[in-house]
């Protein structure tokens, strides 16, 4: 059966520094792999994904992932942090066609100091 | 495009009451799922339709729960004598390609 881990449950870095949020999955074929962003009482935004292809992959708001599968991971990262990416992240992983069985890590949550 | 709409975005209820909350999904997408969120946790596969057929259930989603997609383009989650337990975020998400696109949710509180 699929799954995800975050191993980090909250992390804190300050405004201009990088960032680097872990995701380690479990899935039997090639995976589908999604970042998203939910703010306090909002819905989710998806950031990116990889569906095959170049692994590095670049998404909205200047975020980028990195598919490696011989480490079973999909890390978010993040050259320089603003205080507007304080929200929880999720890493998400699916399969097939449908993507219809998605299953989704518990979430990193990201503070941001000035 | 208008993105995915939910409808309450917060509902507050007795136990043993039931609730129906709504979905309208983004125009183009023929899939429409629902999730349940609890704090601290990522959402929850509860189920999936794909037009009008809702193809796939989850064992999280107890008889007392019902969902619809009568002309395959909005959705209806039901709650039938509700359970503290019940309270949670429950998110809507549409698609058509592969990538889910989630609506606000809404925020379900059993007191």
């Known amino acids: 059966a699929q799954s995800v881990t975050q191993p980090d449950i909250h992390i804190t870095v300050s405004e201009g520094a990088s960032l680097e949020l872990r995701c380690n999955y479990s899935y039997g074929a090639t995976p589908y792999l999604f970042w998203y962003v939910q703010s306090p009482g909002q819905g989710l935004q998806l950031l990116l994904k990889y569906f095959s292809g170049d692994t590095l992959v670049q998404g909205i708001k200047g975020f980028e992932a990195e598919f490696k599968r011989s480490q079973s991971s999909f890390n978010l990262r993040k050259p320089s942090v603003h205080w507007s990416d304080a929200a929880e992240y999720f890493c998400a992983v699916g399969g097939g066609g449908n993507n219809n069985d998605m299953r989704f890590g518990a979430g990193t949550r990201l503070t941001v100091k000035p | 495009d208008t993105g995915v709409s939910q409808d309450p975005r917060h509902k507050i209820t007795k136990r043993g009451q039931n609730v129906t909350f709504r979905c309208d999904p983004i125009?183009?997408?023929?899939?429409l799922y629902w999730y349940r969120q609890t704090l601290g946790q990522g959402p929850e596969f509860l189920t999936y339709f794909q037009n009008e057929a809702q193809l796939e259930k989850s064992r999280l989603l107890s008889d007392r729960f019902s969902a619809e997609r009568p002309k395959g383009s909005f959705s209806t989650l039901e709650i039938q004598r509700t359970e503290q337990g019940d309270s949670a975020m429950y998110l809507c998400?549409?698609?058509?390609?592969?990538?889910?696109?989630f609506g606000p949710g809404t925020r379900l509180t059993v007191t």
């Open positions: 998400a549409s698609s058509r390609m592969g990538e889910q696109y």
């Open positions: 125009s183009e997408h023929n899939r």
